[in-house]
């Protein structure tokens, strides 16, 4: 059974910094596009940035520019570098596949951007 694992979330200043992991355990994790998300309090899941197979990445307008999605096949792990980070944008992010291959969502990472 496929479950994702994110890590890496926690406090920072309002213009800081942080990487989020995701780790994925279960069956084949290369051939399938990877997204981000986040929630925040009282709000909807909302969409971040992708990455397919073959490494095309996509974003949300509001975080182009500042945030990076990567990923190591190898290593069964989605990335997401987020720099600039502004205090609307505290959430818990998740990670989940693309689209119809989608699984349960994992208990995600909290964010909290704060000074």
């Known amino acids: 059974q496929v479950q994702f694992v994110e890590s890496g979330g926690g406090l920072v200043q309002p213009g800081g910094s942080l990487r989020l992991s995701c780790a994925a355990s279960g069956s084949i994790f290369s051939i399938y596009a990877m997204g981000w998300y986040r929630q925040a309090p009282e709000s909807q899941r909302e969409f971040i940035a992708s990455?397919?197979?073959?490494?095309?990445?996509n974003y949300a307008d509001s975080v182009k520019g500042r945030f990076t999605i990567s990923r190591d096949n190898a290593k069964r792990t989605v990335y997401l570098q987020m720099n600039s980070l502004k205090p609307e944008e505290k959430a818990v992010y998740y990670c989940?596949?693309?689209?119809?291959?989608?699984?349960?969502w994992g208990q995600g990472t909290q964010v909290t951007v704060s000074s």
């Open positions: 989940n596949r693309e689209g119809i291959n989608r699984r349960p």
């Open positions: 990455i397919t197979s073959g490494g095309t990445t």
